[in-house]
T-cell receptor, first 114, second 111 residues
Framework: GAGVSQSPSNKVTEKGKDVELRCDPI?????LYWYRQSLGQGLEFLIY????????KSGLPSDRFSAERTGGSVSTLTIQRTQQEDSAVYLC????????????FGSGTRLTVV | AQSVAQPEDQVNVAEGNPLTVKCTYS??????LFWYVQYPNRGLQFLLK??????LVKGSYGFEAEFNKSQTSFHLKKPSALVSDSALYFC?????????FGSGTKLNVKP
């Protein structure tokens, strides 16, 4: 597609429920990243996929968070047993293999846990 | 540890005046340097980047940034601010394959 697409754009969920956030990267981009942006905060790295390599999960804040990338394209970020502190904007970005190109970001999913 | 600092949470400037948004970094190697802008309810948009070469790089919307290796800084500048430049600006460094972002600076341009 023309850009990175994320869905849903907004999600309100009850505490304790599981949620799935989806990211469709730009076609041909081999790298995919998830970041979290809490209110008034900067961007917190969550996880990074590059091609068929094992993902870099070093930023996932707890074992309630997981992500997968199927077929080297679409990625799903899953948060189990959501907590209020999970409320944030979740941003996905993709890039070509060369780091010179930087990232292209999606518009994000705003998650609110009530 | 890798880090990026944007010392100002907020910058206020009058329309037509020059603006500067500061960024310093502490990372290993020779990182690539970027600026991104975020408008309300939007994702981050690329503004400009420094890879190598001339220390002054020009980007979108009339913005430019000056790389200073000795001071490990990459300040964002614009000669004449517009009200429409009001947004959240992020500095980012890319030492290898993962970005490190500053905490962001909110730019307010008043008419």
């Amino acid at each position: 597609g023309a850009g990175v697409s994320q869905s849903p754009s907004n999600k309100v969920t009850e505490k304790g429920k599981d949620v799935e956030l989806r990211c469709d990267p730009i076609s041909g981009h081999t790298a995919l990243y998830w970041y979290r942006q809490s209110l008034g905060q900067g961007l917190e790295f969550l996880i990074y996929f590059q091609g068929n390599s094992a993902p870099d999960k070093s930023g996932l804040p707890s074992d309630r968070f997981s992500a997968e990338r199927t077929g080297g394209s679409v990625s799903t970020l899953t948060i189990q047993r959501t907590q209020q502190e999970d409320s944030a904007v979740y941003l996905c970005a993709s890039s070509l293999a060369s780091r010179e190109d930087g990232y292209t970001f999606g518009s994000g999913t705003r998650l609110t846990v009530v | 540890a890798q880090s990026v600092a944007q010392p100002e949470d907020q910058v206020n400037v009058a329309e037509g005046n020059p603006l500067t948004v500061k960024c310093t970094y502490s990372v290993s190697g020779n990182p690539y340097l970027f600026w991104y802008v975020q408008y309300p309810n939007r994702g981050l948009q690329f503004l400009l980047k420094y890879i190598t070469g001339d220390n002054l790089v020009k980007g979108s919307y009339g913005f430019e940034a000056e790389f200073n290796k000795s001071q490990t800084s990459f300040h964002l500048k614009k000669p004449s601010a517009l009200v429409s430049d009001s947004a959240l600006y992020f500095c980012a460094v890319l030492p290898f394959n993962k970005f490190y972002f500053g905490s962001g600076t909110k730019l307010n341009v008043k008419p």
